[in-house]
């Protein structure tokens, strides 16, 4: 059984373009969760998307957004790229998301670096 | 609001030690606690878990338990490997189903042969 996906593993963009990052969850999940993880802040929550609607959203601004697709699959989106956007972004899929108990599988992360 | 604090690292032990990394948190409720792994240049494993007070999780070796009168779940492994060496994060998910894990800091543990 295939894990989660993340594309691109690298990425290195220039501050204030916009970046797209993509996720395929396990076959079957339907949750998919994103964070963030930077050195200074550690993991944080960004959203979870749940059969195509936004379930839960954590505090990032909104040049931070995502969808999820009628097969799951997640993409986010960050437009005008700031230097402290540099991290790794880890997507999380699940059967049905945490309140059911259902674990979290992460994928092995995108790293964006800003310059 | 809900926080995770981890004793700081980095750990160095050598092969055979017993490991201890502290956990403890701060929440409404009762959370659900978890241990994950993170090996250079991947994503986070789920290594262990409890869901209640006085539970205990065990994975490969590792063992916590949910201590709900000192808000702690510390992560224990009698004999650590090489392989062992990794990041390790503490994590709640927040009782009332925010379906979001909240994470400490990590701590990262080197083990030398």
């Known amino acids: 059984k295939a894990g989660v996906t993340q594309t691109p593993r690298y990425l290195i963009k220039t501050r204030g373009q916009q970046v797209t990052l993509s996720c395929s969850p396990i076959?079957?999940?339907?949750?998919v969760s994103w964070y963030q993880q930077t050195p200074g802040q550690g993991l944080q929550f960004l959203f979870e998307y749940f059969s195509e609607t936004q379930r839960n959203k954590g505090n990032f601004p909104g040049r931070f957004s995502g969808r999820q697709f009628s097969n799951s699959r997640s993409e986010m989106n960050v437009s005008t790229l700031e230097l402290g956007d540099s991290a790794l972004y880890l997507c999380?899929?699940?059967?049905?998301?945490?309140?059911?108990?259902?674990?979290?599988?992460f994928g092995n992360g995108t790293r964006l670096t800003v310059t | 609001g809900n926080s995770v604090t981890q004793m700081e690292g980095p750990v160095t032990l050598s092969e055979e030690a017993f490991l201890t990394i502290n956990c403890t948190y701060t929440?409404?409720?009762?959370?659900?606690l978890f241990w994950y792994v993170q090996y250079p240049g991947e994503g986070l494993q789920l290594l262990l878990k409890?869901?209640?007070?006085?539970d205990k999780g065990s994975n490969k070796g590792f063992e916590a338990t949910y201590r709900k009168e000192t808000t702690s779940f510390h992560l224990e492994k009698g004999s650590v490997q090489v392989s062992d060496s990794a990041v390790y994060f503490c994590a709640l998910l927040d009782a009332q189903g925010a379906q979001k894990l909240v994470f400490g800091q990590g701590t990262r543990l080197t083990i030398n042969p």
């Open positions: 999380a899929s699940s059967l049905s998301g945490m309140r059911y108990n259902s674990p979290l599988h």
């Open positions: 076959s079957g999940h339907r949750s």
């Open positions: 929440a409404t409720g009762y959370p659900s």
């Open positions: 409890a869901t209640k007070a006085d």
